[in-house]
């Protein structure tokens, strides 16, 4: 029992460590890997095709999300025109 709370509280501390990046990708997995595992499962009838289908989803999903991000970054100074800061993306 002492070991389930020590393992539980460290992956809740590594998960709070986790970027936009980090969640994008995870949420592209999650969703990647359910939509695989129901596609795998229906076309082959069997669990072992929907394990597969499960983790080829979940591997694309990550891909896809991590590169549909936003690549833009932004340069920000202080306006004296509107007399606060400005932000502008490239």
């Known amino acids: 029992m002492k070991n389930i709370i ?5 992956s ?7 970027s936009a990046r980090d969640e994008r990708m995870g949420q592209g997995a999650l969703i990647g890997g359910a939509g695989g595992a129901i596609i795998g499962g229906v076309a082959s009838g069997t669990a072992g095709g929907a394990i597969i289908g499960g ?3 979940a591997a ?3 891909v896809a999300a991590d590169m549909t991000r936003s690549h833009r970054h932004s340069r920000c100074y202080y306006s004296e025109y ?3 800061r400005v932000c502008r993306n490239r």
């Open 6 to 10: 020590i393992v539980t509280a460290l």
């Open 60 to 62: 694309v999903g990550a």
């Open 82 to 84: 509107y007399q606060r």
């Open 12 to 18: 809740l501390c590594l998960g709070a460590c986790a």
């Open 55 to 57: 983790v080829a989803g």
